[in-house]
């Protein structure tokens, strides 16, 4: 069997008038996230991970944000599109693990329903999928809750 381990990482900014979306998921939140796409950094970082794996680029080669038709983008689409690519180099998930960072909202309620989410999409068990959720204890930019970031890695298997 042979293995790839690749990481992911995104962040973005808090602002007002846009959804938070995370993994899928519209969190209730006075704030979103700002971006070309819906913003999902859960599931941006973890497409980042599934392409680094394979030496394949990053999102943003893929989905550039000067492009119109990524504008306001379900992520999770995108993600279906990644998961495609690394399938056809004769490549699948092994399991997926990512770190939400954000001072607030609260995480840990929404994360069943996004690991639901994210699995239907990559036609996964959920418990491939690992989430966790902390905060960067006020300091920085994420800590001022000015935005939200995932680092988030994924292994790939092909036997």
Do not use: C
């Not at 599934?50 to 995108?78: E, N, R, V």
């Not at 399991?95 to 840990?108: M, T």
Request: hydrophobic share 40%.
């Amino acid at each position: 069997m042979n293995l790839r381990i690749g990481n992911g990482y995104d962040i973005h900014q808090l602002v007002s008038d846009r959804p938070l979306i995370l993994g899928g998921v519209q969190i209730p939140h006075h704030l979103g996230l700002l971006g070309h796409s819906d913003a999902d950094v859960l599931t941006h970082a973890i497409m980042d991970a599934m392409l680094g794996a394979l030496s394949l680029g990053d999102i943003g080669h893929y989905f550039p944000p000067t492009d119109p038709q990524w504008k306001g983008a379900d992520s999770l689409k995108l993600l279906e599109q990644v998961n495609q690519l690394v399938q056809s180099k004769g490549w699948q998930i092994g399991n997926l693990d990512s770190v939400i960072v954000a001072e607030r909202p609260k995480i840990k309620p929404h994360i069943p329903a996004m690991r639901d989410r994210l699995a239907q999409t990559l036609q996964l068990d959920p418990e491939l999928i690992g989430i966790k959720a902390t905060t960067n204890e006020k300091m920085d930019a994420v800590g001022r809750e000015e935005g939200i970031a995932v680092y988030a890695v994924a292994l790939l298997t092909r036997s």
